[in-house]
């Protein structure tokens, strides 16, 4: 069974920096592709960053020029830095990974990892 597994979150004060981690299987790394998702109490899911199998990014407005996604495949693992942190960004941030076969899909979820900036 494939599984993800994010590490990293935290409570940090306005204006500091939190990276998370998330590790999964040679199989997804090989050609899935990932993103970082959040949800605030009381509101919907959302994206936050996705990357391609190839490394190509892309970013909700609202942490444009704070937040980094980045993987490493050999390493098998994704990322997320996050700087300038502010009180909206408090969410649970969850790891996400997907791949289009002709017909279906098949993705999976992180568990979840709590992000508090507060302070």
């Known amino acids: 069974q494939e599984q993800l597994v994010e590490s990293g979150g935290g409570l940090v004060q306005p204006g500091g920096s939190l990276r998370l981690s998330c590790s999964g299987s040679?199989?997804?790394?090989?050609?899935?592709?990932m993103a970082w998702y959040r949800q605030a109490p009381g509101k919907q899911r959302e994206l936050v960053a996705s990357?391609?199998?190839?490394?190509?990014?892309n970013y909700e407005e609202s942490v444009k020029g704070r937040f980094t996604i980045s993987r490493d495949n050999p390493r098998l693992t994704m990322d997320l830095q996050m700087n300038d942190l502010r009180p909206e960004d408090t969410a649970i941030y969850y790891c996400?990974?997907?791949?289009?076969?002709?017909?279906?899909?098949?993705?999976?979820w992180g568990q979840g990892t709590q992000v508090t900036v507060s302070g």
């Open positions: 040679p199989y997804i790394f090989r050609q899935y592709e």
């Open positions: 990357i391609t199998s190839g490394g190509t990014t």
């Open positions: 996400y990974a997907d791949f289009k076969f002709p017909g279906s899909i098949s993705e999976f």
